[in-house]
């Protein structure tokens, strides 16, 4: 026989399709052909219902060349398209298999695509049958990707030290908070939104618009006359930086094959790290030698050059030939046949859109007014967190009820390994951006030094971190797993924030690096490997959304606790001032900002004070180790799943 077609059966708790188109020259090589791949097949295309199964006959799918009678067995030659539910979710697997020693392509219990790990199968080809850059592509559009991460970092780093000389320059001391904040809240609101444009829209296309909004952004602040266009400028910047991070991800996964992608993203989370501590270093150059406009002039080249490698070298990866309904969706919504107006809305889910946005900015902004601006107690406050609360119940109300068409799908975020991932990811997140944060700070007021030679002296922490990464990187590249260097990362990284919150200003310079370089090197062994965990149990059509979910849930941490961090800081500085001084006002303390400290306090209050601020400085990190060992939680809850291909069951039920 030629054809058959043979009903799909249930498999778990949904149901299975599979559809394949297979021939054989008698009905003993088609029963070895099911039995290899233990489930029936339809030889034609399926159409699976929660009701059932209806198969149709397509006239011109069985258009495939007419094979050998002599051949039998195995060795008769046949093509796989099949697509099944897992407890967590549809996936789809395309394989064409001509022999017995070619290794098909599995799922496993979590939906995930998984391939074999032959040297022959070292994933030439992506998910669309098209090859994967390598050589001098590869590299330029790595540079290209490193560039704009960089960059985007560094926007958010370097304005700290340019914030004086602006202050002085628009007489605007009452902006200040609105310089980080515009930039902060539309960064976090429109990340998820983002996932979803890469989802259904060209990558090249959306990322593309991140680098113009982006660059436009630092162009108006450059260029500002005022405060209010540099505020206008900073929130414009935002929105490009929204889609910047992921989006950076998302063509690396379509760049390099899974079992060597770890490295790559090693080397491309380092570039945040750089960024972190390189921004008061060459905001600190840029205000002192040129002018703080500077410090936004110069993403400019760079954001061109970004954008001109990914246009020339960056491959478009084409929809599937024979897509499954969010593929048939995503395909629709790129060439606009079949889909109407209201369908295309619906696909970013306007009502989640809606609600997400405020509730988002609500806890900002109550986040960076608390403790500074107003009081906690202070009714805008209360008001702001209960708004954020009622929305954010609302929100993940309509998550669930609108299913796929949410902006994050219920089964991507049920999969144990993408919660695990969040969870490691805001808690990592918290402890790494907050700790980023005031270490400068404690250098500069405990130690006196310039903001200049604060970077400097957070170099170790930085080498660490990037050295960290790189090596995990290689290591996952070359051994697959990337479970136990979270359980590292944990237990590294709550050990250094612990030794770092033992600063005191009598601490030795062998001490201080030494305890960054512990601080730092728990950071690098986790910090890309929630991306890569979640990479490696998605499909690729979930891969946009998977990778903003995670870049959204570290930069919140980092958001949400800084301004705790803030807050214990003052707190505990202001409380100590009126024990040991009370006739001291605080904000003595708090104009004269860290560097200017020993200008504006006696000098025989000046020891004192400054072990006060030690004292305060240094609860900062010990809230960052608490974070890091709370990221217990997810990274011990991480599968053990392999960038290969491999996985280990029944490892940390």
Same mark, same amino acid.
Request: some cysteine; hydrophobic content about 45%; aromatic content about 12%.
């Given at each position: 026989?030629?054809?058959?077609?043979?009903?799909?059966?249930?498999?778990? $708790? *949904?149901?299975? +399709? !599979?559809? =394949?188109? #297979?021939?054989?020259?008698? %009905?003993?090589?088609?029963?070895? &052909?099911?039995?290899?791949?233990?489930?029936?097949?339809?030889?034609?295309?399926?159409?699976?219902?929660?009701?059932?199964?209806?198969?149709?006959?397509?006239?011109?799918?069985?258009?495939?060349?007419?094979?050998?009678?002599?051949?039998?067995?195995?060795?008769?030659?046949?093509?796989?398209?099949?697509?099944?539910?897992?407890?967590?979710?549809?996936?789809?697997?395309?394989?064409?298999?001509?022999?017995?020693?070619?290794?098909?392509?599995?799922?496993?219990? $979590? *939906?995930?695509? +998984? !391939?074999? =790990?032959? #040297?022959?199968?070292?994933? %030439?080809?992506?998910?669309?049958? &098209?090859?994967?850059?390598?050589?001098?592509?590869?590299?330029?559009?790595?540079?290209?990707?490193?560039?704009?991460?960089?960059?985007?970092?560094?926007?958010?780093?370097?304005?700290?030290?340019?914030?004086?000389?602006?202050?002085?320059?628009?007489?605007?001391?009452?902006?200040?908070?609105?310089?980080?904040?515009?930039?902060?809240?539309?960064?976090?609101?429109?990340?998820?939104?983002?996932?979803?444009?890469?989802?259904?829209?060209?990558?090249?296309?959306?990322?593309?618009?991140?680098?113009?909004?982006?660059?436009?952004?630092?162009?108006?602040?450059?260029?500002?006359?005022?405060?209010?266009?540099?505020?206008?400028?900073?929130?414009?910047?935002?929105?490009?930086?929204?889609?910047?991070?992921?989006?950076?991800?998302?063509?690396?996964?379509?760049?390099?094959?899974?079992?060597?992608?770890?490295?790559?993203?090693?080397?491309?989370?380092?570039?945040?790290?750089?960024?972190?501590?390189?921004?008061?270093?060459?905001?600190?150059?840029?205000?002192?030698?040129?002018?703080?406009?500077?410090?936004?002039?110069?993403?400019?080249?760079?954001?061109?050059?970004?954008?001109?490698?990914?246009?020339?070298?960056?491959?478009?990866?084409?929809?599937?030939?024979?897509?499954?309904?969010?593929?048939?969706?995503?395909?629709?919504?790129?060439?606009?046949?079949?889909?109407?107006?209201?369908?295309?809305?619906?696909?970013?889910?306007?009502?989640?859109?809606?609600?997400?946005?405020?509730?988002?900015?609500?806890?900002?902004?109550?986040?960076?007014?608390?403790?500074?601006?107003?009081?906690?107690?202070?009714?805008?406050?209360?008001?702001?967190?209960?708004?954020?609360?009622?929305?954010?119940?609302?929100?993940?109300?309509?998550?669930?009820?609108?299913?796929?068409?949410?902006?994050?799908?219920?089964?991507?975020?049920?999969?144990?390994?993408?919660?695990?991932?969040?969870?490691?990811?805001?808690?990592?997140?918290?402890?790494?951006?907050?700790?980023?944060?005031?270490?400068?700070?404690?250098?500069?007021?405990?130690?006196?030094?310039?903001?200049?030679?604060?970077?400097?002296?957070?170099?170790?922490?930085?080498?660490?971190?990037?050295?960290?990464?790189?090596?995990?990187?290689?290591?996952?590249?070359?051994?697959?797993?990337?479970?136990?260097?979270?359980?590292?990362?944990?237990?590294?990284?709550?050990?250094?924030?612990?030794?770092?919150?033992?600063?005191?200003?009598?601490?030795?310079?062998?001490?201080?690096?030494?305890?960054?370089?512990?601080?730092?090197?728990?950071?690098?062994?986790?910090?890309?490997?929630?991306?890569?965990?979640?990479?490696?149990?998605?499909?690729?059509?979930?891969?946009?959304?998977?990778?903003?979910?995670?870049?959204?849930?570290?930069?919140?941490?980092?958001?949400?606790?800084?301004?705790?961090?803030?807050?214990?800081?003052?707190?505990?500085?202001?409380?100590?001032?009126?024990?040991?001084?009370?006739?001291?006002?605080?904000?003595?303390?708090?104009?004269?900002?860290?560097?200017?400290?020993?200008?504006?306090?006696?000098?025989?209050?000046?020891?004192?004070?400054?072990?006060?601020?030690?004292?305060?400085?240094?609860?900062?990190?010990?809230?960052?180790?608490?974070?890091?060992?709370?990221?217990?939680?997810?990274?011990?809850?991480?599968?053990?799943?392999?960038?290969?291909?491999?996985?280990?069951?029944?490892?940390?039920?």
């Amino acid at each position: 026989m030629a054809y058959q077609a043979v009903p799909l059966t249930p498999y778990g $708790e *949904g149901i299975s +399709s !599979a559809h =394949t188109i #297979a021939a054989s020259s008698s %009905a003993n090589s088609y029963t070895a &052909a099911k039995q290899e791949t233990d489930q029936q097949y339809c030889g034609a295309d399926c159409r699976c219902k929660e009701s059932g199964v209806e198969c149709k006959m397509v006239p011109d799918r069985l258009t495939s060349p007419a094979l050998s009678t002599a051949d039998s067995g195995y060795h008769d030659s046949f093509f796989d398209a099949r697509e099944r539910n897992s407890e967590d979710g549809p996936s789809t697997a395309v394989a064409a298999s001509g022999g017995p020693d070619d290794k098909r392509e599995k799922n496993d219990d $979590e *939906g995930r695509v +998984s !391939a074999g =790990t032959t #040297a022959h199968e070292d994933y %030439a080809t992506r998910e669309d049958g &098209a090859p994967y850059i390598t050589g001098l592509k590869l590299f330029l559009v790595m540079t290209a990707l490193c560039m704009s991460v960089f960059l985007m970092a560094l926007d958010s780093a370097i304005i700290a030290v340019a914030i004086p000389k602006i202050t002085d320059e628009f007489n605007s001391l009452g902006d200040v908070g609105w310089y980080g904040s515009a930039y902060l809240l539309t960064v976090s609101a429109l990340q998820l939104f983002f996932g979803k444009l890469y989802t259904f829209y060209s990558i090249k296309l959306i990322y593309f618009t991140a680098i113009g909004l982006f660059e436009l952004g630092s162009l108006i602040c450059g260029a500002a006359k005022s405060s209010l266009i540099l505020i206008l400028g900073r929130a414009i910047a935002g929105i490009g930086s929204a889609g910047l991070f992921s989006g950076s991800l998302i063509i690396l996964a379509h760049s390099v094959p899974m079992a060597r992608r770890p490295l790559f993203t090693g080397i491309l989370g380092s570039m945040y790290g750089i960024a972190v501590v390189a921004g008061p270093l060459l905001g600190g150059v840029f205000t002192d030698k040129a002018t703080w406009r500077w410090c936004f002039y110069i993403n400019l080249p760079f954001g061109a050059i970004s954008v001109l490698a990914i246009a020339f070298w960056f491959r478009e990866p084409h929809r599937s030939a024979a897509p499954g309904r969010q593929e048939q969706e995503q395909q629709q919504l790129k060439t606009g046949e079949c889909c109407p107006w209201r369908t295309r809305i619906k696909q970013f889910d306007p009502a989640g859109t809606v609600v997400f946005m405020p509730a988002v900015i609500s806890l900002l902004l109550a986040l960076q007014w608390a403790g500074t601006e107003y009081a906690w107690g202070d009714a805008r406050i209360i008001a702001l967190l209960a708004i954020f609360g009622v929305l954010a119940a609302v929100w993940l109300g309509l998550q669930w009820w609108q299913d796929e068409h949410a902006t994050v799908p219920p089964r991507i975020i049920k999969k144990r390994t993408v919660w695990a991932a969040c969870i490691y990811a805001f808690a990592g997140g918290g402890a790494f951006i907050s700790s980023s944060y005031f270490i400068p700070i404690w250098f500069q007021a405990v130690q006196g030094v310039s903001a200049v030679e604060s970077g400097i002296r957070i170099l170790p922490f930085l080498l660490a971190l990037v050295v960290a990464s790189l090596f995990a990187g290689a290591v996952v590249t070359i051994w697959g797993y990337y479970a136990p260097f979270l359980w590292i990362s944990t237990v590294v990284m709550s050990v250094g924030f612990g030794l770092l919150s033992t600063w005191n200003p009598r601490t030795k310079q062998p001490i201080w690096i030494g305890y960054q370089v512990v601080a730092g090197a728990g950071v690098g062994f986790g910090m890309q490997q929630p991306v890569i965990a979640v990479q490696t149990v998605l499909d690729i059509e979930d891969v946009p959304m998977g990778t903003s979910v995670i870049v959204f849930v570290q930069s919140l941490g980092g958001a949400i606790f800084v301004s705790i961090a803030e807050s214990i800081f003052v707190n505990k500085l202001v409380a100590y001032l009126q024990t040991v001084f009370p006739g001291m006002d605080p904000k003595l303390i708090f104009t004269a900002g860290a560097t200017e400290l020993r200008k504006s306090v006696p000098r025989d209050l000046l020891a004192r004070v400054i072990r006060g601020y030690s004292d305060a400085l240094t609860r900062t990190l010990l809230m960052s180790a608490v974070l890091a060992a709370a990221s217990v939680f997810g990274s011990l809850a991480i599968e053990w799943r392999s960038v290969k291909g491999r996985h280990i069951t029944g490892a940390m039920a």
